[in-house]
Each structure stands twice: as C-alpha cells, then as structure tokens.
Nanobody
Framework: QVQLVESGGGLVQVGGSLRLSCAAS????????MGWYQQVPGKQRELVAT???????NYADSVKGRFTISRDNAKNTVYLQMNSLKPEDTAVYYC??????????????????WGQGAQVTVSS
C-alpha cells in the first residue's frame, strides 16, 4: 500500500514562515502532479499550489509571491515553503499526489492520494 505523510505544521506569528513536507511511501513506481490544498471549517478544500513531474508550478492568487512549492523526486517528497504568513492562511493543509505503485503480485495500480493534514495557525 502507499501513503502520503505530512509534517511541519504549527503555530506562527504574522509575518513568520513555515515549511510543510509530504513524503510518499510504499512501492512507488512514479508520481505525477503533487499539490497542496487548504481547508478551513465549513468550507471546501481549496488549491494552494501544484507542481508537475517536470517542475512546472501553479499557485493560487492569494499565495503568489509568498509561498513556494518544490519537490524532490529522489525522495518522493513535496514541500511548501510559506513566508510572510497572514491570519487568513490559517487552515489545515493537505498534500495530494497521483501515485502509481505495484502490489505484492507486481500488478500496477494508480491512486489519487491525500495526506493526513497539517494544521497551520497564524496568530496576529
């Protein structure tokens, strides 16, 4: 089986920085686009940033110039560097990735996977 495991959330003051990490584990064959989403209570999960397998990136307008998404393909890991944090960035952040993997019999599968979520709280 495969999974995404997040780390790096926490409490930070306005203007501070945090870095989120999300590592894929299991019998990974390949990983497609990886991304980060945020969700606040009572609202739908919203896109923050994505990065393609070749490194192309896409950002929500609200985070452009402040957040940077990157990936380390050798480590099957995606990062989100968050700078100049604002109170409105407070949310649970989820990583997402399309994972191709093999089961013990060698059969190839694809799974759109989500991390467990990381709370980011920005205090004013």
């Amino acid at each position: 089986q495969v999974q995404l495991v997040e780390s790096g959330g926490g409490l930070v003051q306005v203007g501070g920085s945090l870095r989120l990490s999300c590592a894929a584990s299991g019998t990974i064959v390949s990983i497609g686009t990886m991304g980060w989403y945020q969700q606040v209570p009572g609202k739908q999960r919203e896109l923050v940033a994505t990065i393609g397998s070749g490194g192309s990136t896409n950002y929500a307008d609200s985070v452009k110039g402040r957040f940077t998404i990157s990936r380390d393909n050798a480590k099957n890991t995606v990062y989100l560097q968050m700078n100049s944090l604002k109170p409105e960035d407070t949310a649970v952040y989820y990583c997402n990735a399309g994972l191709s993997y093999r089961d013990p019999s060698g059969s190839l599968y694809y799974k759109n996977s989500w991390g467990q979520g990381a709370q980011v709280t920005v205090s004013s």
